[in-house]
């Protein structure tokens, strides 16, 4: 009776081993799945920059330092810079734009 009792516990021990072994792999295959599709995910647009923050400037900043910050950050940002690029440029000019609008 003692070694058929010790039969039905080892029966169930290699049971739960079988489970264990099969869980940890599905386990494993989630986490390789959910890596594949968070890579898949396009990372998010930063939010856009307050018009005087894209300047470097105060919010309530005048004409004349808004042009010259403008003329200052044109120089580094303008395409034909060779640290500069079309979209670093639009958004400069955008900014500048808001700047100026705003103070009519």
């Not at 920059?49 to 330092?65: D, M, N, Y």
């Not at 670093?88 to 100026?100: E, G, I, N, P, W």
Request: overall charge negative; aromatic content about 4%.
């Amino acid at each position: 009776m003692l070694s058929e009792d010790l039969a039905a516990i080892a029966a169930q021990v290699q049971q739960l081993e079988a489970e264990l072994h099969a869980e940890r792999r599905a386990h494993r295959f989630t986490k390789l799945k959910l890596k594949q599709l968070q890579s898949q995910i396009p990372e998010a647009e930063p939010a856009e920059s307050a018009p005087w923050e894209v300047l470097g400037i105060a919010p309530g900043a005048t004409q004349q330092q808004i042009q010259a910050a403008f003329r200052q950050r044109s120089k580094e940002c303008h395409p034909d810079s060779s640290s500069g690029s079309a979209e670093a440029f639009t958004k400069l000019v955008s900014a500048r734009d808001q700047m100026l609008e705003h103070l009519k």
